[in-house]
């Protein structure tokens, strides 16, 4: 069997098209959402990632503003940043992107972030409101591969989800998200991290499998049960370029279906986040 690959761009393409749609109807009602983006730092790839997203702001017709601090930024020079943002009524979404300096205590600038325009769901109000079944929004990235299973056509309730991977990010918001009792999820979720014994017994079982480790190709073809579907979160820069926690060629002759990298999770990522702003945008009115 060869696996289906699951087109991420083309699914994120639609939903940045709705959200266009949406930012227009806003648009008559008085409304231009707008996410502030702050970044700390020269750390390459953040800023490839925090300019992707500036770009992908302005196509969907949402303002955006650049807050770009050097390294050595005092934390509460950055808390007072999130303080102003966070009183500015046209800024209706604040994204900090992460990793923040050693210096500065990363839970304490995400606590900062008024929940109510917390972009990326990282702030505890919205990770708790998520784990409750009712998220205001939720983080991008594990709502992006929720959303990607659904319009992907692939049935998650009553099926075996395993996730590798328990970070705040990824691994337990998504768990949140697939084991609810509800439409899109209902499933049976088992999340993997370095303390679980047999990995591959645990991978073995899953119909959908989910791999947010951080590590190139750590999921081989015989971890994957014949024809379950593999969402490959990873994002590993190798001298082979950028590749993902699966080892692809391999896996996708045993799945059924298989999300690229590049092409898969990450274009849902950014279709996410401005839906989230538009979310945050509309609960204003
Ligand atoms: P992270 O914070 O480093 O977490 C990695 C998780 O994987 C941890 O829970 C860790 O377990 C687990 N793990 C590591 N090695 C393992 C092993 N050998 N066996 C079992 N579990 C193992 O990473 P993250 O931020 O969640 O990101 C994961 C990957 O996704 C990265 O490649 C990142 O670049 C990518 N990512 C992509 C997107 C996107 O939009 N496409 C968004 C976010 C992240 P412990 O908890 O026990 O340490």
């Not at 990793?99 to 600038?109: A, D, K, N, Y």
Request: glycine share 10%; with cysteine.
């Amino acid at each position: 069997m060869t696996a289906r690959t699951i087109d991420g761009k083309a699914i994120a393409a639609e939903i940045r098209a709705e959200v266009k749609r949406d930012v227009a109807a806003l648009a008559e009602q008085g409304i231009t959402p707008g996410l502030a983006t702050v970044l700390v730092g020269d750390d390459p790839a953040s800023h490839v990632y925090v300019r992707t997203k500036r770009k992908a702001c302005g196509e969907a017709g949402i303002r955006s503003w650049d807050h770009d601090l050097e390294a050595s930024v005092p934390e509460q020079e950055l808390l007072e940043l999130i303080e102003r943002l966070n009183s500015d009524d046209e800024v209706h979404g604040i994204l900090v992107q992460l990793p923040l300096p050693e210096h500065v205590r990363e839970q304490t600038v995400l606590d900062a972030v008024r929940p109510h325009k917390d972009a990326d769901g990282f702030h505890p109000y919205n990770f708790g409101r998520l784990l409750a079944g009712s998220p205001l929004v939720a983080s991008a990235t594990p709502a992006g591969i929720q959303e990607l299973l659904i319009r992907s056509g692939v049935e998650i309730a009553g099926k075996d989800v395993v996730i590798v991977g328990r970070s705040n990010i990824v691994g337990k918001p998504l768990a949140a998200l697939l084991m609810q009792k509800g439409a899109g999820a209902n499933a049976t979720v088992t999340v993997c991290h370095t303390g679980t014994e047999d990995l591959a017994g645990h991978t073995r079982r899953a119909d959908i499998l989910i791999a947010a480790i951080g590590r190139a190709k750590a999921i081989t073809a015989p971890m994957v049960k014949e024809g379950s579907v593999v969402i490959d979160v990873g994002m590993n820069r190798t001298e082979d370029g950028l590749v993902g926690d699966a080892d692809y060629d391999a896996v996708k002759e045993v799945a059924s279906a298989i999300t690229p990298v590049p092409g898969g999770v990450g274009p849902m990522t950014i279709a996410m986040l401005l839906a989230n702003v538009v979310k945050l945008a509309r609960s204003t009115i």
